[in-house]
């Protein structure tokens, strides 16, 4: 409770109020109009009558220093003091001091000043006031006094208790106030993205943005309390009492003022992002009651604190302040300035609809164009396509990754922008994580994940993509088409990959990587991630295909050779297939890649220009040699592809001058003709007359009897030579009848389902599915339809994926049209191409390209791109 000597002051005042107006005996001044205050350890004494004021310090128990604070000595000396004051007169002329009691402990009663009042004043009359300002007294008012009533909370227990020792826990508690603030707001990735949506603060649902409206407003005048109180503690502090307030206490209340202020602008501006960051109306109310209870918390600690310790009456929360000017109309700043940055912040979040926090945080985002993951809930067959993982460090801790992902279609029907993809290590069991959770860096649990990291997309050419992972190839079919269950693909939108190594990858703790996508342009995020299966270690070396348990490799993969001592596999020269005989960092003779020949050192380097079949550089002593200005990093083409002449100057490849020839020396001179035409004319070394002239019909050759007939066995399928040197059809169904003559059919050679079977035409083969030839009977098989395989049985299976002729099941032969050979396997062309015979998988052979796309070189790949529209 409070000091004894103070309550022994109360007590005095309270019987010598009662007593009347009488004087006592020794003719002092009754006590008939007086105010009590506590400000900290100090009690004021107020004779309104005569505008007379004491003060006491409070004191422990009764004494203080030692002396013996009795109630009759503070009564006498109160009672000598205001009888023994100094005069108004004199007070005014500014030579107010001090007045002590006469004959008692200096200890007893504290200083104490005459204090103006408008009460004891005439009309006119200038006064000072406590805040040092001049007032004005007339009858329409000036300096008058106040009584404030503080708020029970935290802050202000700091301020009228005076004690250090109550700043310690309430700091602690502005500390939990502050870190709510900072868990909600800031670190709660719910609050900001749901439903794989960023949340924008205008709602596309009116009741939604009616309750934002609701709810900002509430929380403004629930805050405006909060600084309110705030608001009382500055004009305590500001104000100049008859006796200064002891400087500790001073301190402290400054301490508590800026505790509660910082609170107060901290709950506004998070409370307006959280509000503004609601999806619905429900959620928006939850917010509401966040801000509340926060604010409240000092409130309901404060009160918990004085009814434990049994202290509701221990201090004294009304302050009385004398010659109070204006009314804290100055303090109201403190109000205004964060509230009117609040509602710019507001109307600028409004505006760019993006939340304040999620703007600072992450930038401009908005939820236009995402980047879409590839995951079986888009409805593609066969459940594609999940990130894939392998192991390349063998027993060490490297993971090589890849996933795929479509980027929407910009103006110009390309993609916009290489979509940025972010990974987080988790381990399997962790519940699920966000989009941005993953862009975070975190699990599902709001903890951080094992690794993390991202990396920029790159073009992607799907099919192969797909075939190179064991994805059939009727998802590319899918992903092409539009509507339901078609992704529209290069219509509206395009494919991309992020490809990485991941090293000191956690070995033991069964983890998958979960990848999401960013829309550099916009910030939209993919609505959900994807993840990888469970990633288990992989003994083998990098780049081996095939290894022991003790992860000793015994085969590698296309481009690299296997070093016998250390059984790993090293690399080949660049742009090289095999280098088994030549060793590594090298290149085998034939072993370069299409467009790509074998230099004397070894190694492989690109041809020179297009339509070069052959550029191998010649061996010391060769009659022909690379011309003595030609760039050392290409090399002389020395044969052309078909139609292509080399030129002696360049040495490149040209067209052939002369019409429908098929190979020339020189792009003057024909050498050959193409099929179905004979040559004429002769090449005198300068110039030329020659010309390629047409044979019969259906025939392919006719260089022994020349223009308009056939040579022998040259008709083309169906067709078989008469006598008189032309070409004339086969029976029905039938492809060759050259031993059986026009009108029959040779046994094995009818079209597809159909055989001989003992006769001299064609008869269909009923019995057996995918059967091609029958030539003996209708259930016995001779040969099989193309991607089918002849059994020792007579019956006909399927081949592996793409595979257009085989001997066995995995003994690929041919691959379809869009497909390359690769280690036995049928891997995808690049994107709308038809052929990669030369170029290889993932890439396209020159011309090879479907109607409306072409072969373009993209970082050393050949690939099909669309062809520009004529303007």
């Known amino acids: 409770g409070p000091p004894r000597a103070a309550t022994d002051v109360e007590e005095l005042l309270s019987q010598n109020m009662a007593s009347g107006a009488a004087d006592d005996d020794a003719g002092n001044t009754p006590f008939v109009d007086l105010e009590l205050s506590y400000l900290g350890d100090t009690l004021t004494v107020d004779d309104k009558a005569s505008a007379r004021t004491l003060q006491f310090r409070k004191s422990k128990g009764h004494e203080r220093d030692g002396v013996p604070v009795e109630g009759d000595c503070l009564r006498r000396c109160l009672l000598d003091g205001l009888d023994g004051l100094p005069s108004k007169e004199a007070t005014q002329q500014g030579s107010a001091e001090a007045v002590s009691c006469p004959g008692q402990p200096t200890d007893c009663v504290q200083p104490f000043f005459r204090l103006p009042s408008s009460a004891s004043s005439g009309t006119g009359e200038a006064e000072e006031g406590r805040d040092g300002a001049t007032c004005t007294t007339t009858s329409a008012g000036g300096c008058s006094d106040e009584v404030l009533e503080l708020s029970r909370n935290c802050y202000t227990l700091i301020l009228v208790s005076g004690r250090a020792s109550v700043l310690i826990p309430m700091v602690a508690v502005a500390a939990g106030q502050f870190g709510v603030l900072w868990l909600v707001a800031w670190s709660s990735a719910e609050y900001v993205f749901e439903s794989g949506r960023w949340i924008v603060p205008v709602s596309d649902y009116w009741p939604v943005n009616s309750m934002k409206i609701l709810s900002l407003i509430v929380s403004l005048f629930r805050i405006t309390t909060e600084f309110s109180d705030t608001s009382k503690i500055c004009r305590v502090l500001l104000h100049q009492q008859p006796v200064p307030m002891p400087r500790r206490q001073c301190l402290l209340g400054w301490c508590a003022f800026l505790l509660q202020y910082a609170v107060a602008v901290g709950v506004l501006f998070m409370a307006t992002h959280l509000i503004l960051a609601s999806a619905t109306a429900i959620m928006t109310i939850g917010k509401l009651w966040v801000v509340f209870t926060v604010l409240d918390f000092d409130n309901f600690f404060c009160n918990f604190i004085l009814f434990v310790f049994h202290a509701e009456e221990a201090f004294e929360w009304k302050i009385h302040l004398h010659g109070v000017r204006q009314r804290g109309r100055s303090c109201l700043l403190l109000f205004w300035i964060p509230v009117a940055l609040a509602l710019l912040g507001t109307f600028a979040s409004v505006s760019a609809n993006v939340c304040p926090l999620t703007a600072l945080h992450y930038g401009a985002v908005s939820n236009n164009d995402p980047v879409t993951m590839l995951s079986g809930n888009l409805g593609i067959p066969s459940g594609c396509c999940p990130p894939q993982v392998a192991w390349s460090g063998g027993l060490d801790s490297f993971v090589n990754v890849s996933v795929p992902c479509l980027a929407p279609a910009g103006k110009h029907g390309h993609a916009s922008a290489l979509p940025q993809l972010h990974y987080v290590v988790l381990e399997d069991g962790r519940p699920q994580p966000s989009s941005l959770q993953v862009l975070d860096g975190r699990g599902g649990d709001g903890n951080h994940g094992l690794l993390r990291g991202n990396i920029a997309a790159t073009p992607l050419q799907m099919r192969f993509w797909l075939t190179s992972h064991g994805f059939k190839d009727d998802i590319y079919n899918a992903m092409m088409g539009k509507g339901v269950g078609g992704l529209g693909l290069y219509s509206s939108s395009f494919p991309f990959v992020g490809e990485w190594t991941i090293p000191g990858f956690p070995v033991h703790a069964r983890a998958r990587v979960h990848v999401v996508a960013v829309n550099p342009n916009t910030g939209a995020l993919s609505p959900m991630p994807v993840q990888s299966s469970v990633i288990v270690p992989d003994v083998c070396s990098p780049h081996c295909s095939r290894c022991m348990q003790d992860g000793d490799c015994r085969r590698c993969e296309q481009g690299f050779t296997l070093d016998g001592l250390q059984r790993r596999c ?21 072993g370069c890649r299409a467009g790509h020949g074998l230099s004397l050192q070894g190694t492989c380097l690109p041809c020179a220009g297009v339509h070069c079949h052959d550029c191998d550089e010649a061996p010391q002593g060769n009659s022909s040699k690379t011309p003595m200005d030609f760039p050392r990093d290409q090399l002389p083409c020395r044969n052309c592809q078909s139609g292509h002449g080399l030129s002696p100057n360049t040495s490149s490849c040209v067209s052939c001058e002369v ?35 047409p044979c019969a019909e259906h025939c392919s050759s006719c260089q022994l009897l020349g223009r ?50 003992g006769g001299a035409e064609c008869s269909r083969c ?43 099941i995995s003994d690929c032969a041919e691959c379809n049209e869009g497909f390359g050979m690769q280690e036995g396997r049928c891997i995808a062309c690049a994107d709308h191409c038809q052929r990669c015979n030369d170029a290889g998988p993932g890439q396209c052979d020159t011309g090879g390209c479907l109607r409306g796309w072409t072969t373009q070189n993209i970082s050393g790949s050949s690939v099909c791109m669309p062809t520009p529209k004529k303007s």
């Open 570 to 590: 090293l690399a080949c020269s660049v742009a090289c297939n095999s280098c088994d005989h030549a060793g590594a960092g090298r290149c085998d003779l034939g």
């Open 708 to 757: 308009g007939f056939c040579d022998p066995e040259r008709c083309h399928l169906g067709y078989s030579l008469t006598p008189t040197g032309l070409c004339a059809t086969c029976s029905r169904h039938c492809l060759n009848c050259t031993i059986s003559g026009p009108g029959h059919c040779d046994a094995g050679h009818c079209m597809k389902g159909y055989g001989v079977q």
């Open 766 to 808: 009923q019995e057996v599915a995918h059967c091609e030839r029958c030539d003996a009977a209708p259930d016995r098989c001779d040969g099989c339809l193309l991607g089918f395989f002849l059994t020792p049985e007579h019956t006909c299976e399927v081949c592996v994926e793409s595979c257009r002729r085989c001997a066995g």
């Open 659 to 693: 019409e429908n020839c098929g190979l020339c020396g020189d792009p003057q001179r024909c050498d050959h003709c193409q099929s179905g035409y004979v040559a004429a004319g002769s090449w005198n070394g300068t110039s030329s007359s020659q010309r390629c002239l």
